[in-house]
């Protein structure tokens, strides 16, 4: 239950240690060496600051609307008979979750981590609004790359996630077709042994 439940031994590891993860890590340092290395002063990178705030506040409700609705699909869209095949516990993972476990936590965990994003990227735009001011141009300088790095690190770790939104779409269905096969399959045996 809770962030606890969503974010699991299993699915937090998967997270980690996923290419997207690794991946998104590496372009946002590389991003942030190229600014450290192009941008002249703090004013430089407060406007850039400010123009990526407004692309991600575009960007982030789509993404986000997008995995609720796959969400919804797995939570809402199979029979309890599906279901209840796929949550037989699986032996191959250390905390015996279920397939049906797995995958709504990779969806839950990718939702939570695209509202943090958007949450974060709210709450920087909101600050850049009151134009705060500082007299130490190294340390304005500091956060706002420091910033630059978190809102570019989450934005494209919340986009390499959708990657795994799609695949997790396409199991479930996969699973359902599965399901729907095997009692075919049982129907037919039964109907011959009559």
């Given amino acids: 239950m809770s962030l606890r439940g969503v974010f699991n031994?299993?699915?937090?590891?998967?997270i980690i240690k996923s290419i997207g993860t690794m991946i998104s890590f590496i372009v946002a340092l590389l991003f942030v060496v190229f600014l450290?290395?192009?941008c002249d002063s703090m004013n430089e990178l407060y406007v850039f600051l400010g123009k990526?705030?407004?692309?991600?506040?575009?960007l982030l409700p789509n993404l986000l609307g997008f995995c609720i609705g796959g969400y919804a699909l797995i939570i809402g869209a199979c029979s309890?008979?599906?279901?209840?095949?796929?949550?037989?516990?699986?032996n191959n993972n250390k905390n015996k979750l279920s397939f049906y476990q797995i995958l709504?936590?990779?969806f839950a965990s990718t939702l939570v981590i695209q509202c943090f994003t958007l949450l974060l990227t709210y709450l920087v735009h909101l600050f850049m609004l009151l134009e705060l001011k500082t007299s130490n141009e190294?340390?304005?300088y500091v956060i706002n790359i420091f910033l630059v790095f978190i809102l570019v690190l989450f934005s494209l770790l919340s986009i390499s996630l959708l990657y795994y939104t799609i695949i997790?779409?396409?199991?479930?269905?996969?699973?359902?077709?599965?399901?729907v096969r095997l009692d075919n399959n049982n129907n037919n045996n039964n109907s011959n042994e009559l």
């Fill in 9 to 14: 031994g299993y699915t937090l590891v998967k």
């Fill in 36 to 38: 450290y290395i192009h």
């Fill in 52 to 58: 990526t705030t407004d692309i991600l506040l575009s």
């Fill in 80 to 90: 309890m008979e599906i279901i209840k095949k796929m949550s037989t516990p699986l």
């Fill in 104 to 106: 709504s936590s990779v």
């Fill in 138 to 140: 190294f340390l304005g």
């Fill in 168 to 179: 997790n779409i396409f199991n479930l269905g996969q699973s359902v077709h599965f399901c």
